[in-house]
């Protein structure tokens, strides 16, 4: 029904950035809020930055100031520009949406497939 594709991923070095980008698309009647996580092997997955429908934002501690999310509402994307890139950062970085579905009246989860991003010292 809806599908989120993620794109931007790589090898940066250390101090350098790369932008995410995460498109939904399929029977979307709207979007909530939209968010980026990232998981080590061996731990859990850890929210990076969220963004509401109304733009408000938060931030994992580890990434304020570094990192900013921001939205396309038109566009139905959200993105991760992620800057003054530390060793620490390398990790799957996933796309999450909270989608109203056409036809449904409540709220799914989507994930997308997740992008490796690696930053090298």
């Known amino acids: 029904q809806v599908h989120l594709v993620e794109s931007g991923g790589g090898l940066v070095q250390a101090g350098g950035s790369l932008r995410l980008s995460c498109a939904a698309s399929?029977?979307?009647?709207?979007?909530?809020?939209m968010g980026w996580y990232r998981q080590v092997p061996g731990k859990q997955r850890e929210a990076v930055a969220a963004i509401t429908s109304a733009y408000s934002t938060n931030y994992a501690e580890s990434v304020k100031g570094r990192f900013t999310i921001s939205r396309d509402n038109a566009k139905n994307t959200v993105y991760l520009q992620m800057n003054s890139l530390k060793p620490e950062d390398t990790a799957v970085y996933y796309c999450?949406?909270?989608?109203?579905?056409?036809?449904?009246?409540?709220?799914?989860?989507?994930w997308g497939q997740g992008t490796q991003v690696t930053v090298s010292s």
């Open positions: 999450n949406a909270g989608v109203v579905v056409v036809q449904a009246g409540y709220e799914y989860e989507y």
């Open positions: 399929g029977r979307i009647f709207s979007i909530n809020a």
